[in-house]
Protein backbone atom coordinates (compact mmCIF):
# COMPACT_ATOMS: atom_id res chain seq x y z
CA UNK A 1 0.00 0.00 0.00
CA UNK A 2 1.76 3.18 -0.97
CA UNK A 3 -0.96 5.69 -1.00
CA UNK A 4 -2.42 7.28 2.50
CA UNK A 5 -4.55 9.68 3.55
CA UNK A 6 -4.77 11.08 6.75
CA UNK A 7 -8.12 12.62 7.76
CA UNK A 8 -8.10 15.66 10.49
CA UNK A 9 -10.61 17.28 12.26
CA UNK A 10 -14.44 16.48 10.87
CA UNK A 11 -12.88 13.98 8.54
CA UNK A 12 -12.91 10.78 9.71
CA UNK A 13 -13.44 8.62 6.34
CA UNK A 14 -13.70 8.97 2.72
CA UNK A 15 -17.02 8.12 2.15
CA UNK A 16 -16.22 4.42 0.76
CA UNK A 17 -16.50 0.79 2.26
CA UNK A 18 -13.35 -0.01 4.31
CA UNK A 19 -11.83 -2.62 6.59
CA UNK A 20 -10.35 -1.76 9.99
CA UNK A 21 -6.80 -2.77 10.65
CA UNK A 22 -4.38 -2.59 13.78
CA UNK A 23 -0.84 -1.58 12.58
CA UNK A 24 1.86 -2.27 15.70
CA UNK A 25 4.84 0.17 15.56
CA UNK A 26 7.60 0.18 18.14
CA UNK A 27 5.56 3.91 19.76
CA UNK A 28 2.15 1.88 20.21
CA UNK A 29 -0.38 0.67 17.96
CA UNK A 30 -2.29 2.17 15.00
CA UNK A 31 -5.97 2.05 13.97
CA UNK A 32 -6.07 2.58 9.75
CA UNK A 33 -8.94 1.57 7.68
CA UNK A 34 -8.15 -0.01 4.20
CA UNK A 35 -10.06 1.06 1.30
CA UNK A 36 -10.01 -0.25 -2.42
CA UNK A 37 -10.23 2.00 -4.97
CA UNK A 38 -9.93 0.42 -8.32
CA UNK A 39 -8.38 -2.34 -7.29
CA UNK A 40 -5.63 -0.57 -5.22
CA UNK A 41 -5.76 -0.75 -1.87
CA UNK A 42 -5.20 2.99 0.33
CA UNK A 43 -5.29 3.63 3.59
CA UNK A 44 -7.15 6.29 5.88
CA UNK A 45 -5.96 7.23 9.20
CA UNK A 46 -8.07 9.59 11.32
CA UNK A 47 -5.27 11.89 13.15
CA UNK A 48 -7.50 11.90 16.43
CA UNK A 49 -8.84 8.90 16.20
CA UNK A 50 -12.51 7.85 15.16
CA UNK A 51 -14.28 9.23 17.56
CA UNK A 52 -12.15 12.47 17.65
CA UNK A 53 -11.13 11.43 21.42
CA UNK A 54 -7.20 12.02 21.60
CA UNK A 55 -6.30 16.09 21.39
CA UNK A 56 -3.90 17.74 19.28
CA UNK A 57 -0.93 17.84 21.24
CA UNK A 58 -1.24 14.17 22.76
CA UNK A 59 -1.20 12.34 19.39
CA UNK A 60 0.98 9.94 18.68
CA UNK A 61 2.39 11.04 15.56
CA UNK A 62 5.46 8.76 15.65
CA UNK A 63 3.27 5.62 16.00
CA UNK A 64 0.76 7.18 13.17
CA UNK A 65 3.86 7.76 10.46
CA UNK A 66 5.62 4.73 11.46
CA UNK A 67 2.26 2.72 10.83
CA UNK A 68 2.17 3.95 7.69
CA UNK A 69 6.00 3.10 6.36
CA UNK A 70 5.02 -0.20 7.70
CA UNK A 71 2.12 -0.62 5.46
CA UNK A 72 4.50 0.40 2.41
CA UNK A 73 3.00 4.02 1.80
CA UNK A 74 5.34 6.64 0.32
CA UNK A 75 2.55 9.08 -1.20
CA UNK A 76 0.25 11.24 1.91
CA UNK A 77 -2.52 13.80 1.33
CA UNK A 78 -3.67 15.36 4.59
CA UNK A 79 -6.17 17.66 5.62
CA UNK A 80 -6.40 20.00 8.39
CA UNK A 81 -9.10 22.08 9.73
CA UNK A 82 -6.95 25.78 10.47
CA UNK A 83 -8.28 29.30 11.78
CA UNK A 84 -7.61 32.15 9.50
CA UNK A 85 -5.49 35.52 10.54
CA UNK A 86 -5.21 36.38 6.39
CA UNK A 87 -8.19 38.51 5.82
CA UNK A 88 -7.71 37.25 2.14
CA UNK A 89 -8.47 33.40 3.63
CA UNK A 90 -12.48 33.00 4.67
CA UNK A 91 -13.92 30.42 6.73
CA UNK A 92 -15.38 28.06 4.07
CA UNK A 93 -11.73 28.67 1.81
CA UNK A 94 -9.23 25.77 0.72
CA UNK A 95 -5.93 26.15 0.74
CA UNK A 96 -2.41 24.15 -0.03
CA UNK A 97 -0.28 24.47 2.61
CA UNK A 98 3.74 25.47 1.21
CA UNK A 99 5.61 26.08 4.63
CA UNK A 100 5.25 26.18 8.19
CA UNK A 101 6.74 27.91 11.19
CA UNK A 102 6.81 25.55 14.43
CA UNK A 103 5.32 27.04 17.57
CA UNK A 104 4.95 23.60 19.22
CA UNK A 105 6.36 23.00 22.94
CA UNK A 106 6.06 19.60 24.28
CA UNK A 107 5.93 16.76 21.74
CA UNK A 108 8.63 14.75 20.30
CA UNK A 109 9.16 15.83 16.86
CA UNK A 110 11.95 13.22 15.22
CA UNK A 111 12.51 10.01 15.35
CA UNK A 112 16.23 10.18 15.37
CA UNK A 113 16.69 10.54 18.89
CA UNK A 114 21.00 8.96 19.08
CA UNK A 115 21.23 5.58 20.63
CA UNK A 116 19.60 3.19 17.86
CA UNK A 117 19.31 5.97 15.84
CA UNK A 118 21.98 7.76 14.28
CA UNK A 119 21.70 11.53 15.02
CA UNK A 120 20.82 12.97 11.17
CA UNK A 121 19.04 16.54 10.55
CA UNK A 122 16.42 16.72 7.79
CA UNK A 123 16.77 19.86 5.07
CA UNK A 124 13.12 21.80 4.92
CA UNK A 125 13.44 23.63 1.68
CA UNK A 126 10.55 22.01 0.76
CA UNK A 127 8.93 20.66 3.31
CA UNK A 128 5.71 19.79 2.04
CA UNK A 129 6.24 17.59 -1.10
CA UNK A 130 6.47 19.99 -4.87
CA UNK A 131 4.23 17.00 -7.01
CA UNK A 132 1.41 16.76 -4.62
CA UNK A 133 0.83 20.04 -3.69
CA UNK A 134 0.72 21.08 -7.72
CA UNK A 135 -1.01 17.79 -8.59
CA UNK A 136 -3.97 18.72 -6.21
CA UNK A 137 -4.14 21.98 -7.71
CA UNK A 138 -4.92 20.26 -10.89
CA UNK A 139 -7.29 17.93 -9.17
CA UNK A 140 -8.86 20.02 -7.63
CA UNK A 141 -9.98 22.12 -10.38
CA UNK A 142 -11.76 19.13 -12.06
CA UNK A 143 -13.71 18.06 -8.60
CA UNK A 144 -14.69 21.85 -8.59
CA UNK A 145 -12.70 22.04 -4.76
CA UNK A 146 -12.36 26.09 -5.52
CA UNK A 147 -8.43 26.41 -3.76
CA UNK A 148 -7.39 30.11 -2.86
CA UNK A 149 -4.02 29.52 -2.62
CA UNK A 150 -1.34 28.75 -0.96
CA UNK A 151 -0.51 28.94 3.18
CA UNK A 152 2.06 29.24 5.62
CA UNK A 153 1.12 27.16 8.52
CA UNK A 154 1.34 28.22 12.21
CA UNK A 155 1.45 25.20 14.39
CA UNK A 156 1.11 25.87 17.84
CA UNK A 157 0.74 23.56 20.82
CA UNK A 158 -2.68 23.63 21.87
CA UNK A 159 -5.32 22.34 22.46
CA UNK A 160 -6.53 26.20 23.50
CA UNK A 161 -6.80 28.64 20.95
CA UNK A 162 -4.63 31.26 20.13
CA UNK A 163 -4.72 35.29 22.26
CA UNK A 164 -5.61 38.08 19.88
CA UNK A 165 -1.68 39.07 20.65
CA UNK A 166 -0.31 35.73 19.31
CA UNK A 167 -2.42 35.83 16.46
CA UNK A 168 -0.67 39.40 15.70
CA UNK A 169 2.29 37.95 16.12
CA UNK A 170 2.07 35.02 14.14
CA UNK A 171 0.10 36.97 11.11
CA UNK A 172 3.34 39.37 11.23
CA UNK A 173 5.74 36.85 10.68
CA UNK A 174 4.21 36.13 7.37
CA UNK A 175 1.91 33.13 9.09
CA UNK A 176 -1.55 32.72 7.05
CA UNK A 177 -3.70 29.96 9.08
CA UNK A 178 -3.09 28.44 12.57
CA UNK A 179 -3.49 24.62 13.51
CA UNK A 180 -2.20 22.37 16.18
CA UNK A 181 -1.37 19.38 14.36
CA UNK A 182 0.99 20.15 10.93
CA UNK A 183 4.41 19.68 13.13
CA UNK A 184 5.47 17.21 13.92
CA UNK A 185 3.48 14.81 10.46
CA UNK A 186 5.30 16.95 8.37
CA UNK A 187 8.27 16.76 9.38
CA UNK A 188 8.32 12.92 10.63
CA UNK A 189 6.98 12.25 7.16
CA UNK A 190 9.62 13.69 5.89
CA UNK A 191 12.41 11.95 8.13
CA UNK A 192 10.78 8.67 6.38
CA UNK A 193 11.44 10.27 2.59
CA UNK A 194 7.57 9.80 2.20
CA UNK A 195 5.76 12.28 -0.21
CA UNK A 196 3.79 14.60 1.91
CA UNK A 197 0.71 17.37 1.19
CA UNK A 198 -1.46 19.42 3.38
CA UNK A 199 -4.64 21.32 2.12
CA UNK A 200 -6.19 23.18 4.91
CA UNK A 201 -9.70 24.11 5.51
CA UNK A 202 -10.43 27.13 7.06
CA UNK A 203 -13.24 26.78 9.60
CA UNK A 204 -12.97 30.30 11.34
CA UNK A 205 -10.81 33.63 11.57
CA UNK A 206 -8.41 33.29 14.39
CA UNK A 207 -9.09 35.50 17.88
CA UNK A 208 -9.10 39.49 16.90
CA UNK A 209 -9.17 38.79 13.01
CA UNK A 210 -13.06 39.33 12.30
CA UNK A 211 -16.20 37.83 14.63
CA UNK A 212 -15.47 35.40 17.10
CA UNK A 213 -14.61 31.35 16.58
CA UNK A 214 -17.89 28.86 16.71
CA UNK A 215 -18.18 25.46 16.38
CA UNK A 216 -21.09 26.21 13.96
CA UNK A 217 -18.84 27.50 11.44
CA UNK A 218 -16.63 24.90 12.06
CA UNK A 219 -18.92 21.33 11.53
CA UNK A 220 -20.82 23.35 8.35
CA UNK A 221 -17.48 24.40 6.46
CA UNK A 222 -16.03 20.54 6.59
CA UNK A 223 -18.51 19.11 5.53
CA UNK A 224 -19.39 20.85 2.76
CA UNK A 225 -15.66 20.43 1.52
CA UNK A 226 -14.18 17.04 2.78
CA UNK A 227 -15.78 14.94 -0.28
CA UNK A 228 -14.88 16.89 -3.19
CA UNK A 229 -11.19 16.94 -1.15
CA UNK A 230 -11.42 13.50 -1.37
CA UNK A 231 -12.22 13.19 -4.35
CA UNK A 232 -9.16 15.13 -5.35
CA UNK A 233 -7.01 13.39 -3.50
CA UNK A 234 -8.60 9.84 -4.90
CA UNK A 235 -8.01 11.56 -8.41
CA UNK A 236 -4.51 12.02 -7.79
CA UNK A 237 -3.61 8.68 -6.22
CA UNK A 238 -4.69 7.18 -9.69
CA UNK A 239 -1.99 8.44 -11.49
CA UNK A 240 1.64 6.40 -11.16
CA UNK A 241 3.22 8.62 -8.99
CA UNK A 242 6.68 6.71 -8.74
CA UNK A 243 8.00 8.15 -11.88
CA UNK A 244 7.57 11.67 -10.69
CA UNK A 245 11.02 13.33 -9.33
CA UNK A 246 11.02 15.77 -5.90
CA UNK A 247 13.79 16.13 -3.01
CA UNK A 248 11.35 14.19 -0.44
CA UNK A 249 13.35 11.11 -0.62
CA UNK A 250 16.72 12.95 0.06
CA UNK A 251 16.03 15.23 2.70
CA UNK A 252 17.98 13.39 5.01
CA UNK A 253 21.46 14.68 5.98
CA UNK A 254 24.14 13.06 8.16
CA UNK A 255 26.60 14.50 9.34
ZN1 LIG B 1 7.76 14.33 -2.91
Known amino acids: ?5 IGGTGVYDIGVGSHAKIVETKYGNVEVDIVNINGEDIVFLARHGKDHSTPPHLINYRANMKALEQLGVKYIY ?12 APGDVVVVNNFI ?8 TFFEGGEEP ?10 CRNLRNKFYDAAKIEEVHVKGNAVYI ?12 VKMYK ?22 MCYATVGIITNWCTGIKGE ?35 CQNAIIKL
Open 119 to 128: VKHTDMGDPY
Open 102 to 109: DFTKLRPV
Open 213 to 247: ITLHDIRGTLSANKEKISKAFLRVFRENLDQESCN
Open 172 to 193: NLGGDVIGMTNVPEVVLAKELG
Open 155 to 166: CTEGPRFETEYE
Open 1 to 5: MKKAI
Open 78 to 89: ATAAVGSCNENY
